[in-house]
C-alpha cells in the first residue's frame, strides 16, 4: 500500500526515538487516560435533553463538553478511530477504509482485507506508538486497526483470541466463559452487539483493574449498529445510546473501585455522525450496464472500472491502466447523471478533502462519489435498477464531514480537565495530541492542536 509515509520508513522513524527525543518531560507514569469510542454518536441527538445519559452527562457536567466534533474524510469507522490516535488525516495516516484495499489486478474487482496487520494499514506514529516507547502501558479493547499492534500490551480485539493473555485472564477470574468468545467470532453463531459490546466492556475493565495501564482504548459498537439497521433518532437508536451510557457508567466505577479516579482522565468521542436513508444507489450496476463491468448476480468478476461504496461516499477505480485516459471522462460524466449522486470529485483533488491521492495511496480512488442527503450507495452489481427503496437500511455515515449531521459527540473529564466548560467545536485531529499532553508525552507531526483551553493549570 502506496503511502506518504511507507511501512519500512515509519519503522525506521519509531527505531529512532532513542536518537530523536519525543517526550516533553519525564512520562507520568501515575497518570491514565481512557479513550472511549461509542461508534456512530452524532451530535445532533446528544443534543436532545430527552436522551437519557445520566453518566455521559455527569462526565460533561464534571469537565468539559463541544457542541460539535469535526470528524475527518472519509466519514467511517476505521479510518476516523484512527485520526483520533495519531492526530492526523487519512492523507497521512493511510487509512481509507475499514480494513486494507487489495488491488487484485487481471481486471478483477479490487477487495477489502479487513484484519491486515496494522503496520501495513497505519503509517503515521499512533498515541499508543509513542506511549509504548516511553516506557507507559497500553491496552485496547474492540479498538481498530491494530492487529497485531507491538505497542499495544494488553488486548482483547474485536475478534478476541481464545488463547490470548487477557481472555485467559478473563476465564480465571470468571469474568468470561470459552462459549463467550466462540460467540463473539464472525459467522451465523455471533451473538447480538449488545452481548458484544457487554464483553468488549468487561474486558476493558478487567485490563483497568488488573493492569493499570496509562492509556486505555475502549470501542462500542451497537449504537452504529442500531442506527443502520433503523435509523439515527428512532426509537431504537435511544435505546442503544442509553445502552451505551450504561457501558460507560460501568467503566466509571471500576475506576472509581480501582481508587484511580483521582489520576484518571476520560476522553469520550466518536468516529462519525449519521444520517437518515430512504433510497440506495448501486454504481456497479450503472458500470454494468455502460459494460464497464461484468458479473453472475450481484457480484462483479472482471471489471474495467469497480466502484468500492462506503455509505454515503463511494470510491471509483479504473481498473484497465491501459483504458484509463478515455474511461475517467466517461466515468465523471456517467455518475454526475447519475440520480442521487450530489458531487463527482477527481481523486487528485483528494487532498482537498484531506485524503490522498491514488499516486500518494493506492487505496485512493480514481473519483469520489458523495451522496445527496437521503441517499446511500450499496457493492451490488445485480438487478437493473441503479435506484432502490433502503430496504432494512435506515441510516449511514461516508458523506462530507462538512455536513453537520456527521458532527460528533466530544467530553473531557477528570484529572487535568477544567470543569464546567462548553467548547462550539473541536477537531478528532486534536484528541491525540491533548491525550499526549495529558500523558506528559508529545506527539510528533501532528496536524490538530492541544486543546490547552480545556487543560487545567
Known sequence: MKSTLSPILFSLCLLAGSAVPVVSAPPAKDRHVILISLDGFPAWLWK????????????????????????????????????????????????????????????????IEQWADKTRLVFAPTIYDIAHEAGLTTAESDWVAVTRAKTIDWSFAEIPNPEGVVEKEMFASGLAKPEDIAWMQMGPARKSVTF????????????????????????????????????????????ALEYADRLVGDLVKAVDESG??????????????????????????????????????????????????????????????????????????????????????????????????PAENQGMGDLVLYAKTGYAFKNDAGGDAVITP???????????????????????????????????????????????????????NAEGRVLEEILAK
Open 48 to 111: 436532545d435533553e430527552s436522551l437519557l445519559l445520566p453518566n455521559l452527562r455527569k462526565l460533561a457536567a464534571a469537565g468539559v463538553s463541544a457542541k460539535a466534533l469535526t470528524v475527518s474524510n472519509p466519514s467511517i469507522t476505521w479510518i476516523n478511530h484512527t485520526t483520533l490516535v495519531t492526530g492526523v488525516n487519512p492523507r497521512k495516516h493511510g487509512v481509507l477504509f475499514n480494513g486494507l484495499l487489495v488491488r487484485q489486478g487481471d481486471e478483477k474487482p479490487p477487495k
Open 196 to 239: 458484544l459490546d457487554n464483553m468488549w466492556t468487561r474486558a476493558a475493565i478487567h485490563m483497568f483493574k488488573a493492569h493499570k495501564p496509562n492509556l486505555l482504548l475502549f470501542h462500542t459498537l451497537n449504537t452504529d449498529a442500531t442506527h443502520h439497521a433503523y435509523g439515527p433518532g428512532s426509537m431504537a437508536s435511544f435505546t
Open 260 to 357: 484511580l479516579r483521582d489520576k484518571t482522565t476520560f476522553i469520550i468521542a466518536t468516529d462519525h455522525g449519521f444520517k437518515k436513508v430512504t433510497k440506495l444507489i448501486l454504481p456497479n450496476v450503472a458500470l454494468r450496464k455502460a459494460e464497464l463491468a461484468k458479473g453472475v448476480g450481484p457480484i462483479v468478476h472482471t471489471c474495467d472500472a469497480y466502484a468500492m461504496t462506503q455509505g454515503g461516499m463511494s470510491f471509483v477505480y479504473v481498473n484497465n491502466p491501459a483504458r484509463r485516459a478515455e474511461l475517467l471522462p466517461k466515468l465523471k460524466e456517467l455518475f454526475a447523471q447519475t440520480e442521487g449522486i450530489d458531487r463527482v470529485i477527481d481523486g487528485n483533488d483528494g487532498p482537498t478533502l484531506g485524503m490522498p491521492t
Open 390 to 444: 433502503a430496504v432494512n437500511y435506515g441510516g449511514t455515515h461516508g458523506y462530507l464531514n462538512s455536513d453537520p449531521e456527521l458532527d460528533g459527540i466530544f467530553i473531557a473529564s477528570g484529572r487535568g480537565i477544567k470543569p464546567g466548560g462548553t467548547l462550539e467545536r473541536v477537531a478528532n485531529l486534536d484528541v491525540a495530541p491533548t491525550i499526549a499532553r495529558l500523558m506528559g508525552i508529545a506527539l510528533p
